[in-house]
């Protein structure tokens, strides 16, 4: 009985240090008193451009600057040119404890660094400690300080009541269209879009003449309506709509009614070969910029590719067709109260076990929102500087001013781009971050996509058919995991391993049992002997 259970013991033992295997010690990070500068520090700094080589310009630039003022730290950069490659490699690192000192992405991606560990420095104390904080009295340079952060983009970095992003730069969505032939087709423009309007400009612009072309514009092709981020489109429209979508805690609630209503919507128009997206059809730029697009919707950060006079397009020069360009925020349900994202990439400072490395770093993530980094790379497209002191800057301000003076720096539709943001700042939003919540925004966009595909499969696109495209997405990007793991107190069942151990466990005390009974049954038979 005793071998059986020491077995018994050991096995548990096993399963406990197997359930144990590849977990990270939790660090939490305290700041130190001061900045050690009697010892040398390299760190890593991983960021994402768009093969924009005045960006990564930029980026060089800015460490130099910054290594000239802290001659003992050596910044490491290495560029991503997709923001899921960095995710990816991110998250493939944190198991090894080889993750970067300081990285470019985004608040939904560092919802699931967090997951396990400390793996992302909390900023809060960080921000308001008067020698390092935001224009702290120790730092070395002449960096924002938190009243001149704008309040809206500071707070998308908020995770579970903590602050552990900064805002780099900001972005939201536009619709970039063709003045020209909505004119052409016997309409005006709006002050604001409505869904109705692009919807009705789009359906109008089908019509054909006895050869098979486009009246709007004499050709074969013709997408009236493309849209880049059907992510964006479908939890921008539900914003609109004040339709759930999620909760704080991680709820699922995507999968509504006005959801379904949207996606037959979206259905009959692609039917008419009215609307298409840039995973089917390609990028909207192109179609616009060939006369082969009415409203192209993508990010403000992309307007440097946008219009005929672009300094950035993908097309042939002799595929280009002119047109007077106006740029101007997404379709609304409601004008008078409009709703738009917040977009745009964000910096987080990783843990490490030296804490003086940790303060390093976040002297290197500050540096990148002093004024001569923020406007220089919100130049480079629609972006907008995330501080109001790089905003109100003479030289920021002269560089608005001279909107269409060359096709170039001040290209208008770049800067009608930044305005439309700066503009509508407090109409943005941004979804609730929890862990999961990347793979809810994914499978909002997958609905329109697989919605778009089933029609031109000519497959039926019903009630039926998108209650069964729900389940589909759902267990696609494991939303049922998101939903019992985001917040509720209901976790799902335990692991196999867990389970086995708790069941070893209650066998061991059986035993345990069944031997002092005997054993009492022993005893008492000797006594009454």
């Not at 403000?300 to 946008?306: D, H, I, R, V």
Request: include cysteine; proline fraction near 5%; charge should be negative.
């Amino acid at each position: 009985m005793k071998k059986l259970i020491s077995l018994l013991l050991l096995l548990a033992l096993v399963l406990t240090l197997s359930g144990c295997h590849g977990s990270r010690e939790v660090r939490h990070f305290a700041l130190p008193d001061a900045f050690d500068t009697s010892r040398d520090y390299a760190i890593t700094f991983w960021a994402k451009n768009d093969t924009n080589l005045t960006q990564v310009d930029i980026y060089k630039k800015a460490i130099a600057d910054f290594e000239a003022l802290y001659p003992n730290i050596t910044v490491n950069l290495r560029l991503y040119t997709d923001y899921g490659k960095i995710y990816n490699d991110v998250i493939t690192n944190i198991a090894t404890d080889t993750t970067p000192n300081v990285c470019i992405t985004y608040p939904d991606h560092i919802a699931t660094y967090l997951t396990g560990a400390d793996t992302v420095v909390p900023l809060d104390a960080l921000l308001a400690h008067p020698g390092y904080g935001l224009g702290g009295r120790d730092l070395a340079f002449a960096g924002p300080s938190r009243e001149e952060m704008i309040p809206e983009f500071l707070a998308e970095g908020t995770l579970g009541g903590q602050l552990y992003a900064l805002p780099f730069m900001r972005s939201t969505e536009a619709c970039y269209v063709n003045k020209t032939y909505v004119e052409k087709l016997g309409f005006t423009l709006p002050e604001a879009l409505t869904w109705d309007f692009v919807w009705q400009v789009s359906e109008a612009a089908m019509e054909k003449d006895a050869e098979g072309n486009f009246l709007v514009n004499g050709q074969k092709v013709l997408i009236p309506f493309i849209y880049k981020s059907t992510d964006n489109m479908m939890i921008q429209y539900l914003k609109q709509l004040d339709a759930p979508y999620s909760t704080a805690k991680g709820d699922v609630l995507l999968f509504n009614d006005e959801t379904t209503a949207f996606l037959l919507d979206i259905a009959g128009h692609v039917k008419t070969g009215a609307f298409n997206t840039f995973k089917l059809a390609g990028y909207p730029a192109n179609f616009l910029n060939a006369g082969q697009c009415i409203f192209a919707i993508d990010s403000t950060a992309g307007a440097t590719w946008m219009g005929s006079s672009a300094p950035l397009i993908d097309i042939a020069e002799d595929k280009l067709v002119p047109f007077e360009t106006a740029v101007m925020a997404i379709p609304q349900v409601n004008p008078s109260s409009p709703k738009m994202i917040s977009q745009g990439p964000s910096l987080c400072v990783f843990n490490k076990a030296d804490t003086q490395e940790v303060l390093a770093s976040w002297l290197f993530a500050q540096y990148l929102l002093t004024n001569d980094v923020q406007i220089a790379y919100a130049q480079t497209e629609g972006y907008v500087p995330v501080t109001a002191k790089a905003q109100q800057d003479p030289a920021y301000l002269e560089y608005l001013r001279r909107r269409g003076e060359d096709n170039e720096l001040h290209y208008s539709v770049k800067i009608d781009a930044a305005r439309l943001l700066m503009d509508n700042t407090e109409n943005t939003f941004v979804t609730p971050v929890f862990n999961g919540s990347a793979s809810l925004r994914n499978a909002a966009g997958q609905l329109i996509e697989n919605v778009n595909k089933a029609v031109r499969r000519k497959q039926p696109v019903d009630e039926a058919s998108v209650s069964r495209l729900y389940e589909e997405v759902s267990a696609l990007y494991h939303l049922d995991q998101i939903t019992a793991g985001a917040g509720k107190t209901d976790f799902g069942p335990l692991p196999a391993p867990s389970r086995a151990l708790l069941g070893i466990l209650a066998i061991c005390w059986i035993f345990l049992g069944i031997s002092w009974l005997n054993r009492w049954k022993r005893q008492k038979s000797k006594k009454e002997c």
